[in-house]
């Protein structure tokens, strides 16, 4: 169900519209006002607190576009995890057009559609640069799926820093995570944790210090610097260096509401969204240098808390314990929870482009 304060904010909304819209014939002073009125919109954007929002999209929505648009075009954005918005039907409530425009976190589609998270598979992409070839590879198809089969178009798909593992006690490489309880927050990782001997424990992110506190997870995944954000640098003493996920978000519209957009403002929107989503995966790049910076105390931080931590290099035996695992456990399990379908779709999209085939015994 949806929280109070998101029902409020999607009804302002819907209300606005309905007077922008439906209402034809205005009087001579009405028709005045609302010729000064900007076209007004709600967006439902990502992870609160974090620089995604607080830094791109909040501003973009509540400032950029006003201004790029002559004071034309406004929005209104909540981020939706203060909106009560429940992240696995966030792709259902775009679908619907219950939320208009909306950020779907790709790892929330890990049970219903598993088929949209493979770009993002837990250990396939050790740096942003093999992350960038696995979304470009997948884009096509996943913008036409979503568009077909959801009525959904897909506008951005933004990036959140490395996801690395933060641990509590001393650690010299992956091999000695075996028998830790470690947070993770999708399948995926779940996948890779345990085939590392390790206990994947799933952990909301607004949950993870509360868990490493009470000693129920020893470890917990989470981005190098929203990790900083919340202070695990106090609560741990080792960060390994290795990405294992990332966290792809696509920022999406339902179809019927993108194209009741003024046609000038879908031009807008298509020609700055996707500096936005530059401007974000350009974040998310220097958030995860500049969290490995201030968690281990470096010079080089600036924006974060400085820590002491020990940052655990990838070495070279881990560099093949994560390719090992990424195709003989994450890949083949990926498959078979996606089925049939997925076999082709990784054989025409990611797997010729990143040179990884499909496992002949999935």
């Known amino acids: 169900m949806l929280s109070i304060r998101l029902r409020r ?3 302002s909304g819907l209300a606005a519209l309905c007077c922008s819209v439906f209402v034809l014939w205005p009087s001579s002073a009405s028709a005045q006002t609302q010729a000064h009125a900007p076209y007004r919109i709600r967006v439902v954007g990502g992870l609160a607190a974090l620089n995604q929002f607080t830094r791109w999209e909040e501003p973009f929505w509540t400032r950029e576009l006003l201004r790029l648009s002559g004071g034309r075009f406004a929005a209104d954005i909540v981020p939706f995890d203060r909106a009560g918005v429940p992240g696995v039907e966030m792709l259902r409530l775009l679908q619907l057009g219950v939320v208009p425009f909306g950020t779907t976190l790709m790892s929330s589609l890990s049970a219903q559609y598993p088929q949209y998270t493979a770009p993002d598979l837990a250990g396939l992409n050790p740096d942003i640069a093999s992350l960038k070839t696995s979304l470009a590879a997948f884009r096509p198809y996943l913008e036409k799926a979503l568009r077909d089969q959801h009525g959904v178009e897909a506008l951005a798909i933004y990036t959140y820093p490395a996801q690395v593992i933060f641990c509590k006690k001393p650690l010299t490489g992956l091999g000695d995570l075996s028998g830790r309880r470690i947070r993770v927050s999708s399948v995926g990782q779940a996948d890779f944790v345990g085939a590392l001997g390790g206990v994947p424990v799933n952990v909301a992110f607004a949950d993870v210090v509360g868990n490493l506190q ?16 919340m202070g695990l640098q106090s609560l741990t003493s080792h960060l390994h260096a290795m990405p294992l996920t990332w966290g792809l978000a696509i920022f999406g519209a339902n179809r019927a509401a993108w194209d009741a957009l003024p046609p000038d403002m879908r031009a807008l929107l298509r020609r700055e969204l996707p500096k936005l989503e530059a401007a974000i995966w350009e974040e998310s790049e220097r958030d995860t240098a500049e969290g490995m910076a201030c968690n281990s105390g470096a010079p080089a931080c600036k924006a974060g808390s400085k820590g002491a931590m020990v940052v655990v290099p990838v070495s070279a035996q881990d560099e093949r314990r994560r390719q090992e695992i990424f195709t003989t456990t994450v890949l083949p399990r990926w498959l078979k929870r996606c089925g049939a379908r997925c076999n082709e779709i990784w054989s025409q999209t990611i797997g010729p482009a990143r040179h990884i085939a499909v496992p002949t015994s999935p």
Do not use: K, P, Q
């Open 9 to 11: 904010f999607l009804h």
């Open 214 to 229: 009470n000693g129920n997870v020893e470890c917990a995944i989470t981005g190098a610097m929203s990790g900083n954000t």
